[in-house]
């Protein structure tokens, strides 16, 4: 049987990290996992998280980041796809980046374009294009305050909207992650233990119905 494939690309909340452990979640509780699980066999989801992962801007500080540099070869590596899930931005919130809000749905953008240009799809282009979680005040006074800088929680703010209208002038499908995920009280940006299931348990009609 050949199972219809669903690529998840995206960043530390893709990947899976814990905050309370400066590690990765357990297979049973990342929000990809248990989406495998709750689709069953006739589907197989592609866990393609990086830590770090931007849009579309290269990261001074470390390598490899770029998510528009790597779709190619990702999206090659697992073709024919039937789905793709995209779910970036948070980092493209980062100080270092002096990128705007519209900057980084322009990202998305970009991304949205690339994809529909490869010939990596089994048959229609299917895109769900989702608006990662926002980061929370608390940030600022939390471990990773340095790393995010100043600003990151108002840019975060307002990528909901900008994505889902991104989302709308290419036909993607949308889902604000926001609606069911909580941020961990560590460092108030990334998905706590529970966050992963309800997360999943949001997508999977979406996939079912869609893709």
Not at 33 to 62: A, H, K
Not at 83 to 98: A, H, P, Q, W, Y
Not at 141 to 147: C, K, N, R, T, Y
Request: hydrophobic share 40%; proline share 4%.
């Amino acid at each position: 049987m050949n199972k219809k494939r669903i690529v998840c690309y995206g960043d530390s909340n893709t990947w899976g990290y814990d905050a309370e452990t400066n590690d990765r979640f357990e297979d049973d509780i990342r929000w990809t996992q248990v989406l495998q699980q709750l689709l069953g066999n006739e589907y197989m989801i592609i866990e393609e998280g990086v830590s770090g992962r931007t849009t579309v801007f290269d990261d001074p500080l470390n390598e490899g980041l770029n998510g528009k540099w790597h779709l190619h070869t990702t999206l090659m590596s697992h073709c024919p796809i039937d789905g793709l899930v995209i779910m970036l931005g948070t980092n493209d919130c980062k100080e270092r980046f002096s990128a705007s809000p519209q900057n980084i749905a322009d990202g998305i953008d970009r991304l949205i374009q690339k994809a529909k240009s490869m010939p990596v799809w089994k048959s229609d282009i299917k895109i769900l294009i989702v608006a990662p979680i926002i980061i929370l005040d608390e940030v600022y006074a939390s471990p990773v305050a340095g790393e995010m800088g100043k600003d990151c929680v108002r840019k975060s703010q307002q990528l909901p909207e900008l994505m889902r209208i991104c989302a709308k002038r290419h036909r993607c499908y949308f889902f604000n992650a926001n609606e069911v995920v909580t941020a961990n009280p560590i460092d108030f940006m990334h998905f706590d233990k529970e966050s992963h299931t309800h997360f999943a348990k949001a997508l999977a009609p979406i996939i079912l119905k869609n893709m």
